[in-house]
């Protein structure tokens, strides 16, 4: 009896090593932040590193007049470079400094006053943007303001615009973020510039250029 005893006290031991053991070396459960990289619930993305995206495949970057008869100004070319200023774990908003985006390629069609287009620039960069994990994603970028140089029948003019928010919306499908009908109204320009429009693209996919091999940033 005392050695059956004496058994069942060494197995009791052998098993509490055993489940201290496997406490002592048990990885803690990873925090994902809302941006990670890689792939979803991949690495963090960390503050400061640098995203980027050119407009996504067979897309364009449009801003149509209101009313739309009034013209549209169509950009096969544009990209943006924004810098993460805070990733916070999900659920959470992680914040981002827009620093940069360009727009090239660009016709206009659909006025006959206006013949073409000089340049389509972002003014007063950076803008403040946020990227949620709430439903659908959304992303909103800030005050922004364009400036567009058009040719036109009575020489060059400059129409400018500014839109208080611009949402879009991030797939991980894709790996893209997507606007689609975005108001802006004018600020300043003749007659000729309308007095609103809307703007609509698809950029993707989002990389990570802080990061080698540049990989593909997912919302979580």
Known sequence: MRKLMIAGAAVATLLLAVSMSTTAFASPAATHDVLTWGHADGVNVAKNQVLKANLASKAKATFVSSPSSAGTITCTKSSFTAKVTSNPAKP???TESLTAQTFSGCTASGNPDITGVKSVLIDHLPYKTTISDK??????????????????TVGVITCVYKATTTTGSASNTTQTITFSKQKFKKLSGPAVCTSSGAFSASYGPVIDTSVKGDPHVFVN
């Open 92 to 94: 959470g908003t992680a």
């Open 135 to 152: 439903k659908g994603d959304p992303v909103v970028v800030s005050d922004s303001e364009t400036t567009l140089n058009l040719d036109s």
